[in-house]
């Protein structure tokens, strides 16, 4: 498995930005789909992205789509989540996490960071 470490989340108010990023550990990350998921108080975690090993493809689930992007340094260990025009609905704690099998549902994801937190005033 991976370790993976979340930064970057704060307070920002509506319409602000925030980079979030996630530090892995190991010679084979690489090898790992990477994707953020979210969790709000009181709801189920959420997908939210995911990137492809190579960061050729991503997928962004719709309430993001044109707000957030995803993207990766496979040099670096490096993935991050770029969130613009920020709501306060995706106020959440963060979370990245890493899978060798293709899918968006949180139990397909093996290794897990331990969030972040990201709250969106009005």
């Known amino acids: 498995q991976v370790q993976l470490v979340e930064a970057g989340g704060g307070l920002v108010q509506a319409g602000g930005s925030l980079r979030l990023s996630c530090a892995a550990s190991g010679r084979t990350f690489s090898s790992y789909r990477m994707g953020w998921f979210r969790q709000a108080p009181g709801k189920e975690r959420e997908f939210v992205a995911v990137?492809?090993?190579?960061?050729?493809?991503?997928v962004l689930t719709d309430s993001v789509k044109g707000r957030f992007t995803v993207s990766r340094d496979n040099a670096k260990n490096m993935v991050y989540l770029q969130m613009n025009s920020l709501k306060p609905e995706d106020t959440a704690v963060y979370y990245c996490?890493?899978?060798?099998?293709?899918?968006?549902?949180?139990?397909?994801?093996?290794?897990w960071g331990q969030g972040t937190q990201v709250t969106v005033s009005s």
């Open positions: 990137i492809s090993r190579s960061g050729s493809t991503t």
């Open positions: 996490a890493a899978s060798v099998v293709v899918g968006t549902a949180p139990n397909l994801f093996e290794s």
